[in-house]
């Protein structure tokens, strides 16, 4: 645990204070988002109560993504007159057509009070200045990371419109201490700043958080990026459609969620559903009444723990972070296995720029092919022998190994698309 770090009473509650603190802030909103917001009015009946919560039924993205497309321009899952509501963001559309949502500015606040948890777990105070490297387009995360930043009093400074080059030299220029952005950028800013003689190491960073990839919970990516800026890094996790709702904490083996603001479910393979386990993330936002989500099926595979963390906390943690989507798990040869964990092999070797994985059908059964882009001067096929028996001997599978010429895989600013799946044309 970081010397002076406070926790909230809320971090340190026992089961029961959780349970009665949570289903006390949905019975005082429940009737009314049953009675005023049309989409949840029509899916769980004017009757819900709290009481029958295990019998209400689940809700999903693609749901909302239906009712919004036919209910333009922001669908049916609104509890207020449009008036009330002082803020409009979109999902990045990773998976699909982007859901856009909006907040009031109650919700806002409660947006910026969920990063404070997030930002007091990693250390960061207003004396800090926390630079972002994000473009600031109508996705959430940058917003409410940057707005959270001032609610806690830090200097929030904006790398929007700049070239990589550019906001390593402004981390240097302001002296940032915090640097908020995805991992796989994180990684992209140290070579570039390498390539342009930039020297990160006279910035004053201490901190980074980072979100969109579970790569700050893997601890070979984590590894790459605190020796590249000498910093501690923390995950967080989110979304937009659902809130700011976890953070890893000085344990840093895990996330934990922030039960005061979110009710945490686990859907286990055959359907059932408790506190912890093994399965899909269901997490209702306790403070976004507004446009609320109840019951909402997250697709992030999750393994919960309820114990007592070193760093002190009681809250639920994923260990781990996240393990992948649900629907990324395959099964190759028996074994499951999920992008997160190929990378945490393939960020092993410091000679990897760049990689992609594909899934694809080999004799009607899944297979795995890696494509790796080695540093100027590796020995490639080294390289190539070395991760394909590292993956082999770590999972237990076997995997296709291509090598490309430096420069030739994609970058990324936002999340990384690496993983993809296509069907082999089979040749007879």
Same mark, same amino acid.
């Given at each position: 645990m970081h010397l002076m770090e406070q926790l909230d009473p809320s971090e340190t509650w026992t089961d029961a204070a959780r349970r009665a603190a949570q289903r006390e802030r949905l019975a005082a909103m429940l009737p009314e988002v049953v009675r005023t917001n049309p989409f949840y009015r029509a899916k769980l009946g004017e009757s819900a109560t709290v009481e029958a919560w295990p019998e209400l039924p689940f809700t999903t993205k693609t749901e909302l993504s239906l009712d919004q497309a036919a209910h333009l321009p922001f669908g049916t899952n609104l509890t207020y007159p449009p008036d009330r509501y002082t803020r409009l963001h979109q999902t990045s559309g990773t998976t699909g057509q982007p859901l856009r949502i909006l907040d009031t500015a109650e919700s806002w606040t409660w947006w910026k009070e969920s990063w404070r948890s997030i930002y007091r777990a990693a250390g960061v105070t207003a004396a800090d200045r926390v630079f972002f490297c994000f473009s600031f387009g109508p996705f959430i995360g940058f917003w409410s990371a940057f707005a959270g930043a001032e609610h806690i009093g830090a200097l929030a400074i904006s790398g929007g419109a700049m070239s990589t080059q550019e906001r390593a030299a402004a981390i240097v220029a302001t002296r940032s201490t915090v640097l908020v952005c995805t991992p796989t950028y994180a990684l992209r800013l140290a070579d570039v700043a390498v390539e342009a003689g930039i020297e990160l190491s006279r910035s004053g960073l201490r901190v980074s958080v980072h979100a969109g990839e579970p790569g700050a919970s893997i601890p070979a990516t984590r590894s790459l990026i605190e020796g590249a800026f000498g910093v501690a890094?923390? /995950?967080?996790? %989110?979304?937009?459609?659902?809130?700011?709702? &976890?953070?890893?904490?000085?344990?840093?083996?895990?996330?934990?969620?922030?039960?005061?603001?979110?009710?945490?479910?686990?859907?286990?393979?055959?359907?059932?559903?408790?506190?912890? %386990?093994?399965?899909?993330?269901?997490?209702?936002?306790?403070?976004?009444?507004?446009?609320?989500?109840?019951?909402?099926? *997250? &697709? /992030?595979?999750?393994?919960?723990?309820?114990?007592?963390?070193?760093?002190?906390? *009681?809250?639920?943690?994923?260990?781990?972070?996240?393990?992948?989507?649900?629907?990324? =798990?395959?099964?190759?040869?028996?074994?499951?296995?999920?992008?997160?964990?190929?990378?945490?092999?393939v960020r092993r070797f410091d000679e990897i720029v760049e990689f992609r994985i594909e899934a694809y059908?080999?004799?009607? =059964? /899944?297979?795995?092919?890696? *494509?790796?882009?080695?540093?100027?001067? +590796? /020995?490639?096929?080294?390289?190539?022998? +070395?991760v394909g028996d590292a993956i082999h001997r770590d999972i237990g599978v076997r995997a296709a190994l291509d090598v490309v010429e430096p420069g030739s895989l994609p970058r990324f600013e936002l999340k990384a698309r690496r993983f993809s799946r296509r069907r082999e044309v089979e040749t007879v």
């Open positions: 890094a923390f /995950d967080h996790t %989110g979304a937009t459609e659902i809130g700011a709702t &976890g953070f890893s904490c000085s344990a840093r083996d895990g996330v934990h969620l922030i039960e005061r603001e979110f009710v945490a479910e686990i859907r286990s393979d055959d359907g059932g559903v408790a506190d912890e %386990g093994e399965g899909e993330l269901v997490l209702t936002n306790l403070g976004r009444w507004g446009s609320p989500a109840i019951r909402y099926r *997250t &697709g /992030d595979r999750v393994r919960a723990v309820r114990s007592a963390c070193s760093c002190g906390r *009681t809250l639920v943690k994923l260990e781990g972070g996240i393990l992948g989507r649900v629907d990324d =798990m395959l099964t190759v040869r028996g074994v499951n296995v999920f992008p997160s964990a190929l990378e945490g092999i059908i080999e004799r009607g =059964m /899944d297979a795995l092919r890696c *494509t790796i882009e080695p540093r100027a001067g +590796a /020995d490639a096929a080294g390289l190539a022998r +070395a």
